[in-house]
C-alpha cells in the first residue's frame, strides 16, 4: 500500500510551529544539526518526526551533508496557516521522504490538483476511496491525515464522509519533477515566488547585514538563500576605501557617439556629405558624414539599477547584494539615502527624500514622470527591495559604522562551523584534519587578540580540488601570511614557535621559505601548536608496487595493519609508519633510531645461522657510495658496470624527507634460512624498538 504521508501528527498550524520553532533558523552542517536536535527536541526526532518536517518542506539535507531551513525565525499559528494552505496546493507524491509504494505511477502528481481535475470531468462529487485509486493506482494508507489537511486547508476541495467535491475552481501548473530530488522537493514549497513573502515575517530582514569572521560564508549564506532566484532579480556591489556616492548611485559621464556632421549655412543647418569617395573610411560620394562626438549623460550604478527594476517589477523581490560595506566610506557613498533606510512595518521609506536633478531626471525618463517611484521628485524605497551586506569583523578598523546608520540594519551573525571536516592538510608524508588545525589556531588567535574577528572560517582557504587537500604552500602563503601579517604584528600571542624532537624556538615567517628545512619547520609547528598527524591507515599511502620480478624472489607475506605486502614493498610502508609516529625528528635523528633497530636486530639474530643486517638506511652519500663499490666490483670481475648500477640502485627505496633524500633498503631476502631469519630479527626489532607490528606469514 501506498503512504502519501507521515502518520506522526495531523499536520496543523500547531504541528508546523512545533516543528520549525525546534528547528534551527540557519544553514548548517549536518552533525551540528543533529547535535541541535539532540538538545532541542523531547524524544528521538530522527526516528518519525522528521519525515514529516521533511514531507513539509521545512527543511532538507543536502548530498554535501549541509542543513537548509525553510524559516529563518520562530513562526506563529497565522503564519504556520498561510504556510500549510501553500504547502498543501503544492504537495507531490512520490517524493524523496515517500518510502512506500506508487511503483505504478510513471511520474508524481500533485494530489490537489489532480483531485480537481478528476472532480470537474465527473461534473459533480465522487467517491474519496474510489478518487484516491484513480490517482494513487493503488491503495493508501494514512488517507484519513490526507483528508483532514485537504478538507483544512486547501481551500477548494470539500470533503464530507466518503464524498468529495470542490467549492470552486482550482488552477495551478503541472510540473515534472524526479521522485528522488530532494533539493526540487524543497524548493517547490519556495515562499519567495508568492505573495506571502512580502511582509517577510518568515525571512530575513528586509534590510540585513550578515557579518563574521574571515572565511565564515557570509557571501555563501546569501547564496544559498537566494538559490533558486533569477539572477536578474539580483544586483551586486562591492564597496571599497575609493568607493563613494557616484559609483553607487550614478553621475554624468562622457559618452562616445556617432552623429552626421552639420554645418551652419545663412538660416539653414547643412547635413554634410563626402564629396567623393573615400577608401580610408570606405564611403561612397554623396554618403552623410559621420563622426565621433562626445556627448554627457547619467550612467546609473547599482543603487539606481535596483531602484528602477524593484518599481519596474513590483511582483518581484528585487535583492541589492552589497559585498564588504565596511570596507568603505558608508557616510560618503549612501549621502542623503541613509534616511531612506527607515522602513515602515509595510517595508516602505518611512521619509521619502527629494532627489537631485540629475537623478531625477534619470528616473522620470526611465520610469515616467507620474511614477510612484519618482512622485514629486522624491525617492521613496519600495517593500520588494532587499539590501542585504556582508562584513567581515576583522575590517572594522577600515570604516567604523556609526551606531545611527548600524540601527537601520538587520544583523545576522555567520559563526564558525568547523564543517569541513574531510579537508586535509599535507605537509611532507604527514596529514593533519583541517577541522583540528582550524580549532588549535583559532584557540590561539582568541588568547592572542582577546577577540573573535580575526579567527579563520571555515572558507578561509579556497580548496579546489576534489579530495579537500590543503597544501603545504597554500598554508604557508595564505593561512600563516594571515597569521604574521594580521593576528600577531604586534607579537601577540605563542604561535609562531616550532618544536622539533625536545627542542623548542621561535619562528619567523621568512624561516618558513628555506627549502631545505621547510617541512621540517612546517611539522614542527604543528607539533608545537600540538596538532597531530591523522592516525589512520587511509593517510598511508599503500599503493606501491614493484616489478614481478623482483616480487617473484620472495615467496614470504607480510602483514601491517591487516594489509599484505611483499618484501619489497615494506620499505615504504615502515617508514610511512614510523614518521608518522615520530614525526618531528631531523634527519640525523631519523638515521640513528634506524641504526639503533639495526643493532637490535644484530643482536637478536641467531648468528650461527644468519648474516647481520649491514644495510637498512642511508642518506645520499652513502647511496652513491654503495653504488660505486658496486660498480667497481663488476668492473674486476668483468661485469657490466651499468647492469650493476641497475640491480645495485633497485636494492634501494628513494624516500623524500624534510626536503632531504633518504634511502631505505628494500632488497630483503627470505627464500633461504639465513636470510629469513635475518628478516625475522628485523621484525622483531622494529616491533621493540617502534611499537610497528610486522606479521609474517
Request: aromatic letters at 14%.
Amino acid at each position: 500500500m501506498a503512504d502519501p504521508i507521515c502518520r506522526w501528527r495531523n499536520p496543523t498550524p500547531n504541528t508546523i510551529c512545533e516543528l520549525v520553532n525546534a528547528l534551527p533558523h540557519k544553514v548548517m552542517n549536518k552533525s551540528d544539526f543533529r547535535d541541535h536536535m539532540a538538545s532541542n527536541w523531547k524524544g528521538d526526532f530522527f526516528h518519525t518526526p522528521y519525515q514529516l518536517a521533511c514531507q513539509l518542506g521545512l527543511y532538507y539535507e543536502s548530498s554535501d551533508n549541509i542543513y537548509y531551513p525553510r524559516f529563518f525565525k520562530d513562526i506563529t499559528n497565522e503564519d504556520a496557516e498561510k504556510y500549510l494552505r501553500f504547502w498543501i496546493q503544492h504537495y507531490y507524491v512520490p517524493n524523496p521522504y515517500t518510502k512506500k509504494g506508487f511503483h505504478n505511477l510513471k511520474r508524481p502528481v500533485f494530489i490537489v490538483k489532480s483531485i480537481v481535475e478528476i472532480i470537474e470531468k465527473s461534473n459533480g462529487e465522487v467517491n474519496k476511496n474510489d478518487l484516491f485509486f484513480e490517482i494513487f493506482k493503488e491503495e493508501i494508507q494514512n488517507s484519513d491525515i490526507l483528508s483532514n489537511v485537504i478538507r483544512n486547508y486547501s481551500q477548494v476541495i470539500i470533503i464530507e464522509g466518503d464524498c468529495i467535491k470542490l467549492n470552486k475552481d482550482y488552477k495551478n501548473i503541472m510540473r515534472m519533477f524526479d521522485r528522488n530530488d530532494k533539493k526540487t522537493f524543497f524548493e517547490t514549497f519556495d515562499l519567495n515566488k508568492n505573495d506571502f513573502k512580502k511582509n517577510n515575517s518568515l525571512n530575513y530582514a528586509i534590510q540585513t547585514i550578515f557579518y563574521g569572521a574571515p572565511g565564515t560564508g557570509k557571501s555563501f549564506s546569501i547564496k544559498k538563500v537566494l538559490q533558486g532566484v533569477s539572477k536578474d532579480q539580483i544586483i551586486r556591489t562591492t564597496f571599497h576605501p575609493d568607493s563613494d556616492y557616484a559609483t553607487f548611485v550614478g553621475s554624468y559621464k562622457p559618452t562616445m557617439k556617432l552623429g552626421h556632421r552639420y554645418e551652419a549655412n545663412q538660416d539653414k543647418t547643412v547635413l554634410l556629405k563626402y564629396p567623393q569617395e573615400d577608401y580610408l573610411r570606405n564611403k561612397k560620394q554623396g554618403e552623410p558624414i559621420v563622426e565621433k562626438n562626445i556627448e554627457y549623460e547619467f550612467i546609473p550604478q547599482a543603487f539606481t539599477n535596483a531602484y528602477i527594476k524593484a518599481y519596474q517589477s513590483p511582483e518581484e523581490e528585487l535583492y541589492l547584494i552589497i559585498e564588504e560595506i565596511n570596507r568603505g566610506n558608508c557616510a560618503q557613498i549612501f549621502g542623503d539615502l541613509f534616511q531612506l533606510l527607515d522602513r515602515n512595518e509595510d517595508g516602505v521609506s518611512e521619509y521619502p527624500i527629494k532627489a537631485d536633478a540629475d537623478l531625477c531626471a534619470f528616473l522620470q525618463k526611465e520610469l515616467g514622470a507620474d511614477s510612484v517611484g519618482i512622485t514629486g521628485g522624491e525617492l521613496c524605497l519600495p517593500s520588494n527591495l532587499y539590501i542585504w551586506a556582508t562584513m567581515n569583523t576583522s575590517d572594522q578598523s577600515l570604516f567604523p559604522i556609526d551606531s545611527a546608520f548600524k540601527r537601520r540594519w538587520d544583523w545576522e551573525y555567520i559563526p564558525i562551523r568547523y564543517c569541513n571536516t574531510d579537508w586535509k592538510i599535507i605537509i611532507g608524508y604527514l596529514e593533519y584534519a583541517w577541522i583540528n588545525f582550524q580549532k588549535v589556531i583559532n584557540d590561539k588567535i582568541q588568547n592572542a587578540t582577546n577577540s573573535e574577528d580575526k579567527k579563520i572560517g571555515d572558507y578561509f582557504v579556497n580548496v579546489k580540488n576534489k579530495g579537500g587537500i590543503i597544501s603545504q604552500d597554500l598554508l604557508l602563503n595564505k593561512i600563516i601570511f594571515y597569521l604574521w601579517n594580521d593576528v600577531c604584528k604586534d607579537d601577540e600571542g605563542e604561535i609562531f614557535r616550532v618544536k622539533i624532537g625536545n627542542d623548542e624556538t621561535d619562528v619567523t615567517f621568512s624561516e618558513f621559505f628555506d627549502e631545505a628545512n621547510k617541512v621540517q619547520k612546517l611539522q614542527g609547528w604543528m607539533n608545537f601548536l600540538g596538532v597531530n598527524p591523522i592516525e589512520n591507515d587511509e593517510a598511508i599511502n599503500y599503493d606501491i608496487s614493484y616489478s614481478e620480478e623482483e616480487n617473484s624472489q620472495s615467496n614470504r607475506e607480510y602483514l601491517i595493519d591487516d594489509k599484505v605486502f611483499l618484501k619489497t614493498d615494506l620499505a615504504k610502508v615502515v617508514f610511512n609508519k614510523y614518521i608518522k609516529k615520530f614525526n618531528s625528528q631531523t634527519i640525523d635523528e631519523l638515521i640513528q633510531s634506524w641504526e639503533r633497530v639495526k643493532n637490535t636486530a644484530n643482536n637478536n639474530r641467531n648468528k650461527a645461522t644468519t648474516h647481520p643486517i649491514t644495510n637498512l638506511i642511508t642518506d645520499i652519500s652513502g647511496y652513491n657510495q654503495y653504488i660505486e663499490r658496486a660498480e667497481t666490483e663488476a668492473e674486476k670481475e668483468g661485469r657490466n658496470p651499468q647492469e650493476a648500477n641497475k640491480r645495485a640502485s633497485n636494492r634501494w627505496e628513494k624516500i623524500d624527507y624534510n626536503g632531504t633524500s633518504l634511502y631505505v633498503w628494500k632488497d630483503w631476502g627470505d627464500l633461504t634460512t639465513k636470510n629469513k631469519g635475518n628478516m625475522e630479527s628485523f621484525v622483531k626489532a622494529v616491533k621493540e624498538e617502534w611499537g610497528i607490528n610486522i606479521q609474517v606469514r
